[in-house]
């Protein structure tokens, strides 16, 4: 079965400093594989995507993330941190059966303290 | 565009009450999904259409929980009656190709 796992429930960091949000996938055949953000009292919104290519994604907001085959990883990065990127983070792969629908990650919580 | 939209923005019912959560997905967009958040369970997903058609309702939770799509750009999930454990905010995110829209859901509290 294809899944996605991000195995923290929260990250924290210093605004200015690096952050990494983890994601592992498990998936048959070649990943379609997403980054979404929810903002307080707000919808997911669209981050970033790997379809095909250079495994080095840039997206939304100075957010980045690196597809790693090997290590069957999609994690999400950004260089300095902001407080207002402080929000919660999803990781999700499309099924494969090619119906459109997105599996979800459980979410991170992403703190970043002034 | 003016993406996908949701309405109420916010419902409080009395338990045993039907509630009626409405979408409207973006224009020439195929699917349409209907999810439920809460803090112990996530991101749920309950049914997803394609074409207006229903796909997969094994996320529907029970009989109490029914979902219409009667044309492109018109959805409605139902609850009825509606129960404490309800409560939770709902999305619906619609979609072409790859990658979805979430609209802004709408946070139930059943009383």
């Known amino acids: 079965a294809q899944s996605v796992a991000q195995p923290e429930d929260q990250v924290n960091v210093a605004e200015g400093n690096p952050l990494t949000v983890k994601c592992t996938y498990s998936?048959?055949?070649?990943?379609?594989l997403f980054w979404y953000v929810q903002y307080p009292n707000r919808g997911l919104q669209f981050l970033l995507k790997?379809?095909?290519?250079?495994?080095l994604v840039k997206g939304s907001y100075g957010f980045e993330a690196e597809f790693n085959k090997s290590q069957t990883s999609f994690h999400l990065k950004k260089p300095s941190a902001l407080v207002s990127d402080s929000a919660l983070y999803f990781c999700?792969?499309?099924?494969?059966?090619?119906?459109?629908?997105?599996?979800f990650g459980q979410g991170t919580t992403l703190q970043v303290k002034p | 565009d003016a993406g996908v939209i949701q309405s109420p923005r916010h419902e409080v019912t009395e338990m045993g009450q039907e509630v009626t959560l409405r979408c409207k997905p973006i224009s020439g967009h195929d699917y349409l999904f209907w999810y439920r958040q809460t803090m112990m369970r996530g991101l749920e997903l309950l049914i997803y259409?394609?074409?207006?058609?229903?796909?997969?309702d094994s996320g529907m939770p029970e009989d109490r929980f029914s979902a219409k799509m009667p044309n492109a750009s018109f959805s409605t999930l139902k609850i009825q009656p509606s129960e404490p454990r309800d409560s939770a905010v709902y999305f619906c995110?619609?979609?072409?190709?790859?990658?979805?829209?979430f609209g802004s859901g709408t946070r139930l509290t059943v009383v």
């Open positions: 998936v048959s055949g070649n990943p379609y």
């Open positions: 790997y379809i095909t290519g250079d495994n």
């Open positions: 259409f394609n074409n207006n058609v229903p796909i997969d």
């Open positions: 999700a792969v499309r099924d494969k059966s090619n119906t459109g629908k997105l599996i």
């Open positions: 995110a619609s979609s072409f190709s790859n990658g979805y829209t």
